[in-house]
């Protein structure tokens, strides 16, 4: 799905919220839409959730803590997301992983039973859901050919450009991310160690594909994608 495509039907999902609104408190009690101050959690792995999240604008970090300590970034969410607890109304659902925002977040949060009777009510909503979970199955899998099959530096270029294309504003490089990422989130993300990353991050620095402060990235979208293909 392109960023138009993604645009668009996200602004009419908009539009039936906001106009709706007091309508919707109505229908499904447990409704809420909530302002997050970057940092704040969604929710946290091991907490036993009973809420749905649909994300609303903002970006928000899903990682897993490992056994040993070490917390993994396992993926980025954006606007028309939908996670949380999504497994029946029978159980709480401990979750595995901790939603974070990055940046100022806002998302609709309601109970999984209103959330089911939401969808069951409205299907251009779940409509909307299918499709954004299709997506993010494609990607996950597409994450994961491309670690066991491509070289770092390809698995780092692809992610970059997606990053680019999810999350990007124009700036004279190409585009800036405006989001704050570690090195070690980029290594997660694409399954390789900081120190691989920052090697290959200051090759693509001297080769033009893009540049980076402490606190942004910005990438040579062209430049960088001329690169990965012809490799």
């Given at each position: 799905?392109?960023?138009?495509?993604?645009?668009?039907?996200?602004?009419?999902?908009?539009?039936?919220f906001?106009?709706?609104?007091?309508?919707?408190?109505?229908?499904?009690?447990?409704?809420?839409e909530?302002?997050?101050?970057?940092?704040?959690?969604?929710?946290?792995?091991?907490?036993?959730?009973?809420?749905v999240?649909?994300?609303?604008?903002?970006?928000?970090k899903?990682?897993?803590?490992?056994?040993?300590?070490?917390?993994?970034?396992?993926?980025?969410?954006?606007?028309?997301?939908?996670?949380?607890?999504?497994?029946?109304?029978?159980v709480?659902?401990?979750?595995?992983?901790?939603a974070?925002?990055?940046?100022?977040?806002?998302?609709?949060?309601?109970?999984?039973?209103?959330?089911?009777?939401?969808?069951?009510n409205?299907?251009?909503?779940?409509?909307?859901?299918?499709?954004?979970?299709?997506?993010?199955?494609?990607?996950?899998?597409?994450?994961l050919?491309?670690?066991?099959?491509?070289?770092?530096?390809?698995?780092?270029a692809?992610?970059?450009?997606?990053?680019?294309?999810?999350?990007?504003?124009?700036?004279?490089?190409?585009?800036?991310?405006?989001?704050?990422?570690?090195?070690?989130?980029?290594?997660?993300?694409?399954?390789?160690?900081?120190?691989?990353?920052?090697?290959?991050?200051?090759?693509?620095?001297?080769?033009?594909?893009l540049?980076?402060?402490?606190?942004?990235?910005?990438?040579?979208?062209?430049a960088?994608?001329?690169?990965?293909?012809?490799?």
């Amino acid at each position: 799905m392109s960023s138009s495509e993604h645009s668009d039907k996200s602004g009419s999902i908009d539009t039936f919220f906001e106009h709706g609104f007091e309508q919707l408190k109505q229908d499904y009690p447990s409704i809420q839409e909530i302002h997050a101050a970057s940092k704040d959690f969604l929710y946290r792995q091991g907490d036993h959730c009973t809420y749905v999240f649909w994300i609303k604008s903002g970006i928000v970090k899903l990682s897993h803590l490992t056994a040993q300590g070490t917390e993994i970034t396992i993926v980025l969410l954006r606007k028309g997301d939908v996670i949380g607890h999504l497994q029946g109304d029978s159980v709480h659902q401990e979750m595995e992983e901790t939603a974070q925002a990055l940046g100022e977040v806002s998302y609709y949060r309601l109970a999984y039973v209103d959330f089911k009777a939401l969808l069951s009510n409205h299907a251009e909503l779940a409509w909307h859901v299918f499709e954004e979970t299709y997506v993010r199955k494609q990607k996950i899998e597409r994450k994961l050919r491309t670690i066991l099959t491509q070289p770092v530096e390809m698995r780092l270029a692809a992610t970059l450009l997606e990053l680019a294309d999810m999350f990007g504003i124009q700036c004279t490089h190409g585009y800036a991310l405006e989001i704050h990422l570690t090195q070690q989130d980029v290594a997660d993300l694409i399954g390789a160690s900081r120190s691989v990353v920052n090697t290959i991050l200051n090759d693509f620095r001297n080769r033009g594909m893009l540049d980076y402060t402490r606190d942004q990235i910005c990438i040579n979208d062209a430049a960088l994608s001329d690169s990965y293909q012809t490799k």
